[in-house]
């Protein structure tokens, strides 16, 4: 029997304040996953790509992505996530941003995320969201190398 691997959060958001406010938010839903916090795209990416920390040794990760960030726009860092070719392209994306603007938000949907939330964001919402995601993380079952 495969034993569950907890799912790494990974928070790209460079706004400290929005960050501890979703934190807080994720704790108030009583999930108590470890979050993985970056204020840039660049070390973010890096993280997800590392062999020896990132999620591709330490089990599944839901990624909560801001589109606005110092170094890169966050529509770039999910088309990289979803055009990666390992596990990192099946990782649900969860974008929270202040742009609520359709044409931004339908590009999400088309690079491939799998919630688009605008800040000030509706905490109850997107905490039904996260546990819903959770959920559905905790259920994925990933098959033994070596069959007996």
Excluded: W
Aim: glycine letters at 6%.
């Amino acid at each position: 029997m495969t034993e569950h691997q907890p799912v790494n959060i990974v928070m790209i958001e460079d706004d400290e304040g929005h960050a501890r406010l979703i934190e807080k938010n994720i704790r108030r839903a009583g999930i108590s996953n470890t979050i993985h916090h970056f204020t840039d795209g660049g070390t973010a990416l890096a993280f997800l790509h590392d062999a020896d920390e990132g999620p591709v040794r330490n089990g599944p990760a839901l990624i909560l992505l801001d589109l606005n960030l110092p170094d890169m726009s966050g529509t770039d860092i999910l088309a990289k996530i979803k055009a990666d070719d390992s596990a990192l392209r099946r990782t649900p994306v969860v974008v929270l941003t202040t742009t609520d603007d359709k044409v931004e938000i339908q590009r999400c949907y088309d690079l491939g995320c799998n919630v688009y939330i605008t800040k000030p964001v509706n905490y109850e919402s997107f905490a039904d969201a996260i546990r819903q995601l959770g959920l559905f993380l905790s259920v994925i079952q990933v098959p033994d190398p070596d069959p007996i």
